[in-house]
T-cell receptor, first 113, second 111 residues
Framework: DGGITQSPKYLFRKEGQNVTLSCEQN?????MYWYRQDPGQGLRLIYY???????QKGDIAEGYSVSREKKESFPLTVTSAQKNPTAFYLC????????????FGSGTRLTVV | SQQGEEDPQALSIQEGENATMNCSYK?????LQWYRQNSGRGLVHLIL?????REKHSGRLRVTLDTSKKSSSLLITASRAADTASYFC???????????FGKGTHLIIQP
């Protein structure tokens, strides 16, 4: 079955550590996105990528980094510069950037301990 | 960036009743989309309505769009317990910079 897979489901990070969240899709979608969701809140865009080897900052990119070396993969690194990283992180993909619905992964819940 | 705002924030109705949620946004859009999220899960795309469309149906869902008022509504008819979830509207602008989501409406269907 085609879909988008995020791993791990739960992740714990110590203060000062970088962590990388995985996102893989087999839908042959060109565009991929990372969103952050805080309790009771909507989604805020961190980074997005329209094609391989290209990505753009979203509304809250500070403290995060991404890469898009393969069409199928769009990993997100939460760096130690992100002061409040505890949140639910959602990865999504779509055929093109704005004219189709998104397919979302099941999310990664990151907690700083 | 533009943002959708859902209203109400929370809604509780009896099974079988209709549920209506509203969304307002601030700037011109290319399309508006509705998503459902069950607790602790990813979002599921429900329906997309383009800026030149006024109404769209999908099963028990009916979406309207009024671009003059910059608002949209999602109607779920004959609600079921499985419809309990959070519902988000998301707008796609004229520039290709990703969807902007509102804070959502939490819908509870009482059996």
């Amino acid at each position: 079955d085609g879909g988008i897979t995020q791993s791990p489901k739960y992740l714990f990070r110590k203060e000062g550590q970088n962590v990388t969240l995985s996102c893989e899709q087999n839908l042959n979608h060109d565009a991929m996105y990372w969103y952050r969701q805080d309790p009771g809140q909507g989604l805020r865009l961190i980074y997005y990528s329209q094609i391989v080897n290209d990505f753009q900052k979203g509304d809250i990119a500070e403290g995060y980094s991404v890469s898009r070396e393969k069409k199928e993969s769009f990993p997100l690194t939460v760096t130690s510069a992100q002061k409040n990283p505890t949140a639910f992180y959602l990865c999504a993909s779509s055929i093109t950037v704005s004219n189709y619905g998104y397919t979302f992964g099941s999310g990664t819940r990151l907690t700083v301990v | 960036s533009q943002q959708g705002e859902e209203d109400p924030q929370a809604l509780s109705i009896q099974e079988g009743e209709n549920a209506t949620m509203n969304c307002s946004y601030k700037t011109s859009i290319n399309n508006l989309q509705w998503y459902r999220q069950n607790s602790g899960r990813g979002l599921v795309h429900l329906i997309l309505i383009r800026s030149n469309e006024r109404e769209k149906h999908s099963g028990r869902l009916r979406v309207t769009l009024d671009t003059s008022k910059k608002s949209s509504s999602l109607l779920i008819t004959a609600s079921r317990a499985a419809d309990t979830a959070s519902y988000f509207c998301a707008t796609a602008g004229r520039t290709a910079d990703g969807l902007t989501f509102g804070k959502g409406t939490h819908l509870i269907i009482q059996p």
